[in-house]
């Protein structure tokens, strides 16, 4: 991407703008672990982006086990999340957002979480800042699919040559690459050496806004 390319950042949630990895991998393995099923948490973390169903298919049909548990599955994990987790967001959210109002950028969410995780009290005065929210029931195919990319780049009515995404696991690297829009990747649940196919790899969020700025604006 050159120097006045960027028209939109769409930002995946979990690990990105949400502080929710190590709350969403202990639920899971918790949840799992009433079926002898022992979740190893980088395993987990590499598949990331993928929804709830498509990785509960994976895991039951890797154990042996039936795929009627899968909706009880989910339910019993959110149940679990929602009590337990203690959310926040990830530094360098607000300057994101302050960035894309000084130069009239469209902001995208674009998350294989549910819808209700991201409408809640606590996270939806950051969200509403956002200009389009995609998640797991808006595209039949999921990350590494394209799709959710793309579809966000439509709703806002943007070239994805045009739009930057931030990314924080292979899968979702590999989505927004295959959409034809530039990535940058942060570690914050993985190590660098798993975020090699990004275009960019950035300590952090905090530094991500002044990157954007000073090379893509």
């Not at 994990?77 to 894309?100: C, H, V």
């Not at 195919?141 to 994805?160: C, G, H, I, S």
Request: hydrophobic letters at 40%; a negative charge; one cysteine or more.
């Amino acid at each position: 991407m050159n120097k006045g390319d960027c028209k939109a950042i769409l930002c995946d949630f979990d690990g990105v703008l949400g502080v929710t990895g190590q709350d969403n991998y202990k639920a899971w393995s918790t949840i799992l672990l009433e079926f002898d099923i022992a979740l190893n948490e980088e395993e987990y973390f590499l598949t990331e982006g993928k929804n709830s169903p498509q990785l509960l298919r994976e895991i039951l049909t890797e154990h042996g086990h039936s795929l009627d548990l899968i909706p009880k599955l989910i339910e019993k994990k959110q149940a679990l999340y929602t009590t337990s987790n203690s959310f926040s967001f990830y530094p360098g959210t607000t300057e994101l957002i302050d960035l894309a109002k000084r130069k009239s950028l469209k902001l995208g969410v674009v998350s294989g979480g549910s819808q209700n995780r991201l409408t809640k009290p606590e996270a939806i005065k950051v969200i509403s800042n956002f200009d389009t929210i995609i998640t797991a029931a808006d595209t039949d195919n999921a990350k590494p699919a394209p799709d959710p990319y793309l579809l966000a780049a439509e709703r806002l009515k943007v070239d994805p040559s045009n739009c930057i995404v931030i990314e924080n696991a292979p899968l979702g690297i590999e989505a927004a690459i295959k959409a034809n829009m530039f990535c940058i990747a942060i570690p914050s649940t993985l190590d660098k050496k798993h975020l090699f196919k990004a275009h960019l790899i950035v300590d952090n969020l905090s530094k991500v806004p002044p990157i954007i700025e000073e090379l893509y604006l």
